[in-house]
């Protein structure tokens, strides 16, 4: 079964910072690799998708490296504003089963201005 | 208009009640998905659609059952709501076809609380 863990649990920083969020997963035969934003009484909204051929994906601000045989992926916001808080929630899918998308519990992120 | 729809928003019900949420779509996508998310936790996979005659249980199918009335609409029902279904639910779609290939769209989601 695919394990997904995102550390840490929250994270607070001054706006302006750079953020790093971490995404492991126990089987590396994944497929592909999709970060999510999540903010409060709303649905997910689809950050970056990275398919198992790439390395990294890069949509504005936020870029996602992908490192399948360590079995991990990181989401890096540059130069962070107040509006950036928000859960973000990685999610893997695998070969065996490509439409299955195993979650993480998410990153809290607050950014203070 | 949002691409994929969910009603209602909120409900609030008691124990032993029949509950359905709707789930709609204007993607096109041919693929669906009901999820549910616990305080904590990460999105756990109840029931998913590849087409309108093909449906599946996913980890935690136990107390709930769908229906595909079309492509585009997909609906979850609890035939005999218990509190610890209370939850916050979510319905995806996703695209078997092309260069976005199972990319995950997500509703705005369900907050159910079984009283």
């Given amino acids: ?113 | 208009d949002a691409d994929v729809t969910q009603t209602p928003r909120n409900r609030i019900t008691k124990t032993g009640k029949r509950i359905m949420l709707e789930c709609s779509q204007t993607k096109g996508h041919d693929r669906m998905y009901w999820y549910r998310q616990d305080p904590g936790l990460g999105l756990r996979l109840i029931y998913y659609s590849f087409d309108v005659k093909d449906i599946n249980k996913g980890e935690i199918s136990d107390g709930y059952s769908v229906s595909r009335q079309a492509q585009a609409k997909f609906s979850l029902s609890l035939e005999s709501a218990i509190p610890n279904q209370t939850a916050l639910y979510f319905c995806a779609t996703s695209d078997s076809q092309g260069l976005g290939y199972n990319e995950q769209f997500f509703g705005p989601g369900t907050r159910l609380t079984v009283l």
Avoid: H, M
Wanted: aromatic share 8%; net charge neutral.
């Fill in chain 1, 1 to 113: 079964k695919q394990e997904v863990t995102q550390i840490p649990a929250a994270l607070s920083v001054p706006e302006g910072e750079n953020l790093v969020l971490n995404c492991s997963f126990t089987d590396s035969a994944i497929y592909n690799l999709q970060w999510f934003r999540q903010d409060p009484g709303k649905g997910l909204t689809s950050l970056l998708l990275i398919q198992s051929s790439q390395r990294e994906q890069t949509s504005g601000r936020l870029n996602a490296s992908l490192d399948k045989s360590s079995g991990r992926s990181t989401l890096y916001i540059a130069a962070s504003q107040p509006g950036d808080s928000a859960t973000y929630l990685c999610a893997v899918s695998l070969y065996s089963n490509d439409y299955k998308l195993s979650f993480g519990a998410g990153t809290t992120v607050t950014v203070r201005a």
